[in-house]
């Protein structure tokens, strides 16, 4: 079997991450049914065992049948804004229509699950073919269990268009919530005007961990930011707090050439995002997350490779959607078991992902996504030589 292991020689801090990562936690649930209080009064019956908290277990009720590379795909849902944005000729609209894109990958108010946490060597591929008749191939793999990283690229070379990040999700417990961040940026890409557009994932933050009900809130501030043409957008992600904040984000657009802000945008918590130009005061629909997402296709169980996320979470998964959750317990398990028992057999050895290499030193640039410690898609390169050339 391909080895699809985690790093077993971690120390307290990393375990804490891990078990808040790999333990499933739904970060959408409104409430919980008898049967989901009975097993949460079993999780604060650890709390009082003054057992320690990275030892603790949260019932595999709360998780999402899929794996976190699957989920990052959810991304491109509104693909369709990102493949138009090299016709676009104003500086200025194809810098709004990238921060739309970005927006559609945070505010989702979808009901989700907390997705399982990758084993090191874990892959995810899929595709979207979207009515222009080009084609959206998307990668993903986990480069680290120890901790915790994932790289990914989507790209669509008839558009000509990339997005690719590497992210290093970690965790903190503050009592009763959960605040989950993802270093790293997100890069996008139109190779043939030479534009990079460079941005901060939002935090999430799970509140009733413990007590009250399990809700979740994106927050956190971020800059996305265009070096070439100057533009910029301040990002503000706002939950709704104690006082029930009215605004979900609020978003100021500026440019080197003017002291004010260009724009202003605010999101409602239904999913709605306007616009106001400053210069003219008028305001506008800008984004609705409730238009149609476009749905990706996966290649069939049988096609996959065994280190596949759909194929190392199968039978987990199966017993999920089957409603048999003690069974899909101990798949679980064996899953986390087996990567213990092949890190053990190659400890010592270094990892080498299958389809991400390291960028160099040379590369490291603080405006780039070739930073240090970051694995870019090892065909990036190509990719953008072929955009350049067909654009």
């Not at 104690?242 to 999913?271: I, Q």
Request: with cysteine; glycine share 6%.
């Amino acid at each position: 079997m391909t080895d699809i292991s985690d790093e077993s020689n971690i120390g307290y801090e990393e375990e804490v991450e891990e078990e808040i990562m790999e333990d499933d936690l739904d970060i959408n649930n409104d409430g919980c049914d008898g049967e989901d209080k009975k097993k949460n009064s079993g999780f604060l019956k650890q709390f009082a065992s003054k057992q320690p908290f990275y030892k603790m277990t949260l019932p595999i009720s709360y998780s999402e049948p899929r794996s976190f590379l699957e989920k990052l795909s959810d991304q491109g849902s509104f693909l369709d804004i990102f493949l138009k944005v090299k016709n676009i000729e104003n500086e200025d609209d194809r810098f709004l229509e990238i921060l739309k894109f970005y927006l559609s990958g945070w505010i989702q108010q979808k009901i989700a699950k907390s997705p399982f946490n990758p084993v090191i060597g874990e892959t995810y591929q899929c595709k979207w073919v979207h009515k222009d008749g080009s084609t959206t191939e998307y990668i993903a793999e986990q480069i680290s269990h120890h901790p915790p990283s994932s790289s990914f690229c989507m790209h669509n070379q008839q558009n000509g268009v990339i997005f690719h990040s590497h992210l290093s999700p970690t965790s903190k417990f503050w009592g009763n919530s959960l605040e989950n961040s993802m270093e790293g940026k997100l890069v996008y890409e139109i190779p043939s005007l030479q534009e990079e557009y460079i941005v901060e994932a939002p935090k999430i933050v799970v509140k009733g961990v413990l007590v009250g009900s399990l809700s979740t809130e994106t927050i956190g501030s971020t800059n996305l930011i265009c070096k070439k043409t100057g533009y910029s957008a301040e990002i503000e992600f706002k939950g709704k707090g104690l006082f029930k904040s009215k605004h979900s984000l609020l978003v100021k657009v500026k440019h080197p050439s003017s002291k004010k802000a260009l724009y202003t945008l605010e999101g409602k918590f239904d999913g709605t995002v306007s616009i106001t130009s400053t210069k003219t005061g008028k305001t506008t629909a800008f984004f609705d997350i409730n238009s149609d997402p476009t749905q990706p296709i996966t290649p069939p169980l049988h096609e996959l490779e065994e280190n596949n996320s759909r194929v190392v979470w199968k039978h987990v998964i199966e017993n999920l959607l089957n409603n048999n959750e003690d069974e899909a317990s101990k798949q679980k398990t064996l899953v986390e078991e087996n990567q213990r028992n092949l890190a053990k057999a190659r400890e010592g050895k270094l990892w080498i992902p299958k389809n991400f290499i390291k960028a160099d030193n040379d590369d490291n640039n603080e405006d780039s996504a070739n930073q240090n410690n970051v694995y870019y898609y090892s065909k990036l390169i190509e990719i953008r030589k072929e955009i350049m050339k067909n654009n």
